[in-house]
């Protein structure tokens, strides 16, 4: 098959990391380009199978879509691919003011020339299931259905409150959807009549099935796909079974370095504890104030960060910056009072980690938080991103090597608030999967 087996645009950061480690971990070449690549940058990875278009939907209103992702399905659309996936977040949370997942779907649709666009959500390799069209996550050890997820029923932007994701999906489009559950799998496909056609995804069988009728079946009337990373590891059974592609790929660990920088504009209690944990295990600390570096003195607030942050890195430890502890130090109602608060909150946090690489000469680094991912990348003149190390105790939140501009050859992790581990951030800092 000469034609790339896959092309997809991520809806923020981390999750397009997150479909790069499903991807390239599993033998697949793939490359995230974190905008529209020149012919010149393009030609650096003509041997790749997979090609990712990192986003910031997942924050934008409808409006916004409308504007920029038909410009993003058609330069995709351009790499001929045998499917190309608009990738949301695992946790499909989404609202008809942000992030809305039905209008990209009709973005998409109208590009592509879809009559049907299959949506598969559940993934157990990140312990994401879709049972009977109700979406369940884990946490903390134990699996939640999604509208009763300690974390993502108080998510700060985009609470999710209804479960059944074709409910939650109707409040944002007026596209027809059906589902093929997990019995309906295990049997023959019958046609459906929707625009829209959920997946269920429960164990290893039920994705095995739901990969061969999006890759045998669906694939025949439909290029154009959406929903998690489920769509990859779906596809990728169908993939091996036909010999596209071949065995998973080791991968060397880094090993450790002896200094990181963090940043993080996350609230969850999942980034609150692994904050608390690297302050307990060498990692100097240090507060920042949301709202001045996205207020009228920004510059200020971001100088004051860096130099605060440098004098830890000078001492020879690592640091963390981080605006918040927890859902209790949320100040999202103050940031969601001034219009492209948060926008200039991530790239302020971006500012902040491309000085302290830059000037304490790091190696590797960390931004935590999806929407905080999506814009503080755009400033520290990265290009592209390339798998380094799949995680395998966090799967989801890779380690990857940046290449373009002053942090080429950076080795950067981009954490979504609800991943990871206690110790995520030490692990990174040790190099170890």
Not at 46 to 52: K, N, Q
Not at 397 to 420: F, M, N, R, T
């Amino acid at each position: 098959m000469s034609r790339p087996l896959i092309s997809y645009y991520g809806d923020d950061f981390t999750g397009s990391t997150d479909v790069m480690e499903a991807l390239a971990s599993n033998g697949v070449d793939t490359v995230l380009f974190l905008k529209v690549p020149d012919n010149e940058l393009l030609s650096r990875f003509d041997g790749a199978r997979a090609f990712g278009l990192a986003g910031t939907s997942r924050s934008e209103t409808p409006e916004w879509m409308d504007e920029h992702l038909s410009a993003a399905f058609a330069w995709l659309k351009s790499l001929d691919a045998e499917l190309c996936h608009y990738k949301v977040c695992s946790t499909f949370d989404s609202a008809p003011h942000v992030g809305n997942i039905g209008r990209a779907i009709e973005v998409g649709r109208k590009v592509f020339g879809n009559e049907i666009v299959p949506l598969v959500v559940g993934a157990p390799q990140i312990r994401r299931y879709t049972a009977f069209g109700e979406l369940f996550a884990a946490y903390q050890g134990r699996n939640y259905r999604i509208d009763r997820h300690p974390v993502m029923c108080r998510h700060p932007v985009t609470p999710m409150d209804e479960a059944n994701l074709l409910l939650h999906l109707a409040r944002q489009t007026t596209l027809s959807s059906a589902l093929v559950d997990l019995v309906s799998l295990r049997g023959e496909f019958q046609p459906v009549e929707a625009d829209v056609l959920l997946l269920d995804v429960l164990d290893d069988q039920t994705q095995v099935a739901a990969g061969a009728l999006l890759w045998d079946e669906l694939r025949r009337q439909s290029r154009f796909v959406c929903g998690s990373s489920g769509v990859e590891y779906a596809l990728i059974p169908s993939w091996r079974r036909l010999g596209l592609i071949d065995d998973k790929r080791a991968f060397a660990p880094a090993g450790p370095v002896d200094r990181i920088a963090v940043v993080s504009g996350s609230v969850s209690p999942t980034t609150e504890r692994q904050v608390r944990h690297a302050m307990a295990n060498g990692f100097g600390g240090i507060t920042l104030d949301p709202l001045a570096l996205c207020g009228d003195n920004r510059a200020s607030a971001v100088a004051t960060a860096v130099e605060a942050g440098l004098k830890v890195l000078e001492g020879g430890r690592s640091v963390v910056l981080y605006t918040a502890l927890g859902p209790s130090a949320d100040c999202g109602g103050e940031l969601d009072a001034s219009t492209g608060a948060r926008h200039r909150l991530g790239r302020a946090l971006g500012q902040i980690q491309s000085e302290l690489v830059e000037c304490a000469g790091l190696s590797r680094a960390v931004v935590a938080g999806g929407d905080t991912s999506s814009h503080a990348l755009g400033e520290m003149g990265i290009s592209a991103l390339t798998l380094r190390m799949p995680l395998p105790q966090t799967p989801g939140s890779p380690l990857c090597i940046a290449h373009g501009g002053p942090a080429d050859g950076l080795e950067i992790a981009l954490k979504g608030g609800q991943v990871g581990g206690d110790d995520y951030f030490s692990m990174i800092r040790s190099g170890e999967a």
